[in-house]
């Protein structure tokens, strides 16, 4: 898997120059510009164009930029993949995925449309079908020739569909949300958690970021620029945590312990699998540190 900062990842409407604009200069870790929800059926080639012109103005540092194309049961989505096969993106975005097979279509639309090995694609969880099928969609990263690297999770979708609530603390689909994590990582692949639908609810999305972070995910995607500061604070290592992972990856270095499995670290068992854990706080914090500088 991949380390790379993936605590904030804002949606931009295809058609918005202003808001591409102003893109450049926001601390999120990624932007997806969006040519499904956000723009009409008449504005498609619009903000196609559009996209174009941002991204090959470049610009944007660090940032991972990703474009959302329409999903599989529309008639843009080849239009969309024509249309931005020659920008540098880091990644497609799948809306609406249903099974593993809509993994091989779009892989294969990709390669055969002139995509890159550099551009990914990241798929989205957002219908039962998905949710029932994910760990033979997570397979598909499995196949070489898949440029699938990541799961984006749309709750909203999930409970238009399904009738359930949404509630605070997401208790009616913890156990979905649970699942999507488990064949990600069975399978190496990034997670990041849906938007959060009140702007102002700071509180609320605090608190759903804590949750996502807890659950195992990457990051949080946002519908608003005023979301980017508590995601990144949220998933990134807080300062006690590289602290203990400092100590942990020193106290296996020491020759004494270099061919121990477990260790006692004042008073505490640490075995090696904390090690891992511990490489891998270190790795991220440092991708952040990286990232902050390109940007700065």
Not at 132 to 139: K, P, S
Not at 193 to 215: H, M, P, T, W
Not at 243 to 268: T, Y
Request: proline share 5%; net charge negative; glycine share 8%.
């Amino acid at each position: 898997m991949d380390i790379r900062p993936r605590r904030s990842l804002l949606y931009m409407p295809g058609t918005n120059a202003r808001a591409h604009e102003k893109a450049r200069t926001l601390p999120a870790d990624g932007l997806i510009f969006d040519l499904e929800d956000s723009v009409a059926p008449e504005e498609k080639q619009n903000a196609r164009d559009r996209i174009s012109e941002t991204v090959k103005g470049g610009g944007f540092g660090a940032r991972e930029i990703a474009a959302r194309i329409n999903g599989l049961e529309s008639t843009f989505w080849r239009d969309d993949l024509a249309g931005l096969a020659a920008l540098p993106l880091d990644a497609l975005v799948l809306p609406k995925v249903s099974g593993a097979k809509d993994i091989a279509i779009v892989s294969a639309a990709m390669r055969e449309t002139g995509f890159t090995a550099r551009t990914r694609l990241w798929v989205m969880i957002e219908t039962p079908r998905a949710v029932l099928d994910i760990a033979a969609i997570a397979a598909c990263a499995d196949d070489k020739t898949s440029p699938l690297s990541l799961f984006i999770l749309g709750t909203n979708d999930i409970a238009r569909e399904t009738h359930a609530r949404m509630v605070k603390g997401r208790a009616p689909m913890l156990s979905w949300i649970s699942q999507c994590v488990l064949a990600a990582r069975a399978y190496g692949l990034s997670i990041l958690d849906s938007v959060y639908n009140d702007i102002k609810d700071i509180e609320g999305f605090r608190a759903e970021c804590e949750q996502g972070r807890d659950l195992g995910m990457d990051g949080k995607t946002l519908i608003h620029p005023g979301q980017i500061a508590p995601a990144n604070e949220i998933f990134a290592p807080p300062a006690h945590e590289i602290e203990d992972a400092q100590k942990i990856v020193a106290a296996f270095e020491l020759p004494e312990n270099a061919a121990k499995g477990v260790i006692n670290l004042g008073g505490r068992m640490v075995e090696r699998l904390h090690l891992e854990m511990a490489r891998r706080i270190l790795s991220v914090a440092a991708a952040i540190s990286s990232a902050a500088s390109s940007a700065g």
